[in-house]
């Protein structure tokens, strides 16, 4: 006659696949990092002389942080941390250029440099209107 096994013990079964399955995931290197909802307007355009802002979150990793980097941005923006919420980082600041920038942003775990991820995405800054009146 065959073992049976209660509930319990099926579910602890069933999470410890799961956890391996999720530190299987987090050892083959992969943070994810993705632009948040509460960014107002597009991310893919701004306006030289307006304010831009973008939203990212990182997710993944030992969960002790990320060092964050940017491939270069247009003359005008930064990439600033969020002091309150770890993972989180913002795009912000004024374009002072028009043009087209093909920008990358990336994180990096704390504990482990070989765990990390990338966003790419295309900035177009248009020409202000307002400044060829």
Known sequence: MGRLYSPVVIIIIIMLIAGSVEALDQAQGSIRIEPLPEQTGDMSSAVVAEEYSCVFEAHGGHGYGYAWGHSVLPVGLILQMDAEVEGKVYIEGIPEKEGRYEI?????????SSMGGEFHYTLTVSPNPAAAE
């Open 104 to 112: 990358t942003v990336k994180a990096t775990d704390v504990v482990d």
